[in-house]
């Protein structure tokens, strides 16, 4: 068995920049509720004609300019996303046609909304350890804005659009050092998208299809659950507080990812934040955090990073990285 490592990351956002300012003429908000109780100044919104595959080719071909090798080398394709551009096929499969993979390579897309990147990349280091793929492409790519209702204050403020990607390798050193995935179905009226084949074209209109949220409940499983989490983490491979360098959090809520390096024994600045400038992107969030720290030169090879999630399911996981 080898090991995986990430020789490449990428990211995308789209142009057109949303301010609190602007969301302020649309719903009864303001800047300074915003900032105070998520951490969002701002987030990207992609434009009319980009979808779910646009994103994840750019953060894509960004990674592999990265690890320095061409689409031709993957050999699997992995996108996490709960937007993708059509029911079928995969956005992981259009990707194999637009960025020039190899016929005959795997791909397919991953749902488990904003946890999809640390589950994709559990799924991507099995893959890898057991000989079953040797390049992979894991990307987390969204265009929440499409379901959105802009007229719900509660939910329209945190997300935005954008798609982030790593290259994983197989090596002989162990870059993924370990993971752990967990679900639990029972609370799905908390966060959810009541949208699908299961509702019919006919009940498409109105708030059907947008995202529908109990903020307050969901802000406190997620603190509590993510907190376990790190323990678990921590305890699986023999650390204690203090010992990891990076926390790259899902960037859903800044009180929430404080929350959770506090439990860490990090400082806020061992945290890497991208939430004021993004809001929460959904499966994207953790790649673009991971690029953004890894392009600004902060987070260096050998360094010990802890990638966690939670969302919709609820899922929620964990993946432990020496870089
Ligand atoms: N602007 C102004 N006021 C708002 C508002 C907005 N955008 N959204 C909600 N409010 C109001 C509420 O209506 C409520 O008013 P009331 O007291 O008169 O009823 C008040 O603010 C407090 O609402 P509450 O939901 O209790 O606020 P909160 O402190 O829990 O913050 C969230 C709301 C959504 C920011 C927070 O709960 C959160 O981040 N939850 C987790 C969300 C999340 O992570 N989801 C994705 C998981 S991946």
């Keep these: 068995m080898s090991h995986s490592r990430i020789s490449g990351t990428g990211g995308y956002l789209p142009e ?27 987030r990207h919104v992609a434009a009319p004609d980009q979808i ?21 080398a993957i050999d699997l394709v992995l996108v996490a996303t709960s937007t993708p551009d059509h029911v079928f096929p995969s956005t992981a499969c259009r990707l194999i046609e637009r960025l020039g993979i190899a016929s005959g390579a795997i791909a397919f897309d991953l749902g488990a909304a904003c946890s999809g990147f640390v589950y994709g990349l559990d799924v991507a280091d099995r893959f890898i350890r057991t000989g079953g793929a040797r390049r992979a492409l894991v990307i987390g790519a969204e265009v929440f804005s499409r379901i959105l209702d802009w007229s719900d204050r509660s939910t329209c403020v945190l997300f935005g659009d954008g798609a982030g990607a790593v290259v994983l390798e197989a090596g002989e050193a162990p870059g993924i050092l370990s993971t752990h995935l967990h679900a639990d179905g029972r ?3 908390l966060l959810n998208v009541p949208w699908g084949v299961a509702q019919g074209y006919e009940s498409l209109q109105g708030s059907h299809g947008k995202v529908s949220m109990r903020g307050n409940e969901v802000f406190r499983v997620a603190v509590r659950t993510l907190g376990a989490l790190v323990d678990e983490t921590l305890e699986a491979n023999g650390l204690a507080r203090g010992d990891v360098d990076w926390l790259v959090p899902h960037q859903a809520n800044i009180r929430i990812m404080t929350a959770t390096a506090r439990k860490l024994g990090l400082s806020t600045d061992r945290m890497v934040s991208t939430v004021a400038e993004q809001g929460n992107t959904s499966a994207a969030s953790i790649p673009l955090a991971l690029h953004t720290a890894v392009s600004d030169g902060r987070i260096q090879r050998g360094d010990l990073l802890l990638l966690e999630a939670f969302g919709a399911g609820f899922t929620w996981g964990s993946a432990l990285i020496r870089y």
């Design 187 to 189: 609370q799905t009226p």
């Design 52 to 72: 779910c595959s646009d994103l994840a080719e750019a953060a894509a071909l960004e990674a592999l300019a990265n690890a320095g090798i061409g689409a031709d």
């Design 16 to 42: 057109r920049v949303v301010t609190n300012a602007e969301l302020e003429t649309l719903v009864e908000t303001s800047d300074r509720w915003i900032v105070e109780r998520t951490g969002i100044a701002q």
